[in-house]
């Protein structure tokens, strides 16, 4: 079941390793995909679903238990928060991609193991190594300045690894979302805003942000069975402005908005057809659909991904 992916620690006997990228042509696919599906893809969209499922039809604001492992977590993502407020945008002819970037992401790169291992009891120190380069790999790109949902994949799996270490546990699965993953894209948000950094592989307005994906899956289970609040609600205003605390997706309509000029039809179209879709459970159905096809199962997201012992590219043995 879907639990298992949140199940107790490993033995503490197990060889970590630094996860590296496995899939490097097109037909290397065929190791991610159904036929023998990879350890790292059935664990990956469990913990997805999991916290789904965890998240139904609760406000952010819900009273949920609050781990020292969590508050861990959140110490470390307002350290990255601070490093933004300590590397301004430098002045550059060009408009976006600020090159502060780099240096913002160079102390990352070099602090990432310690910034884990604040969040790692000692006896699973071996872990952090490999730990980390989710972490490292979950912020943008230093070379292009971009940030897309491939990024964001690598937080999740962050998590996950965590969790599989026993780091997180079953009953963190809500703070996990609503305190954690909440930060973090706050954090995202800050750093997109900052460097102006360039959507990665953007599909233009025929993508369903330029940035971020997983939010509005969790925020779209978040709303469902909601007393009034309907799809059509979140192209509205008045409804975005009263509700936007209380749930994850209404968060990330208004930082569309706040991000864009013009008619939401326009720069937002695929979100503008979700808004005509009846129930959100069958929004919350249709994205989890919509994000295995257009993220998980396309090569140029799915090429930057790595795997280690906690996420393995083998496949998962029946039995």
Partial sequence: SDEDSLEEAPPATQNFIIPKKEIHTVPD??????????????????????????????????????????????????????????????????RFGNKAYRTWYAKLDEEAENLVATVVPTHLAAAVPEVAVYLKESVGNSTRIDYGTGHEAAFAAFLCCLCKIGVLRVDDQIAIVFKVFNR????????????????????????????????????????????????????????????????????????????????????????????AVPSWSKVNQGLIRMYKAECLEKFPVIQHFKFGSLLPIHPVTSG
């Fill in 184 to 275: 973090y894209l706050e954090v995202m948000r800050k750093l997109q805003k900052t460097y102006r950094m360039e959507p990665a592989g953007s599909q233009g307005v025929w993508g369903l942000d330029d940035f971020q994906f997983l939010p509005f899956i969790w925020g779209s289970s978040q709303l469902i069975d909601h007393p009034y609040l309907e799809p059509r609600h979140f192209v509205d205003e008045k409804a975005v402005n009263e509700n936007h605390k209380d749930y994850m997706f209404l968060e990330c309509i208004l930082f569309i908005t706040e991000m864009k000029t013009g008619p939401f039809a326009e720069h937002s179209n695929q979100l503008w057809n979700i808004s």
């Fill in 29 to 94: 696919m065929g190791k991610w995909k159904r036929s023998q599906v990879p350890v790292a893809y059935a664990d990956y969209i469990g913990f997805i679903l999991t916290l789904n499922e965890g998240v139904k039809g609760k406000k952010l604001t819900f009273e949920y238990k609050v781990s020292e492992a969590i508050e861990k977590l959140v110490a470390l993502l307002n350290t990255l928060d601070r490093w933004i407020d300590e590397t301004p945008p430098v002045d550059q002819p060009s």
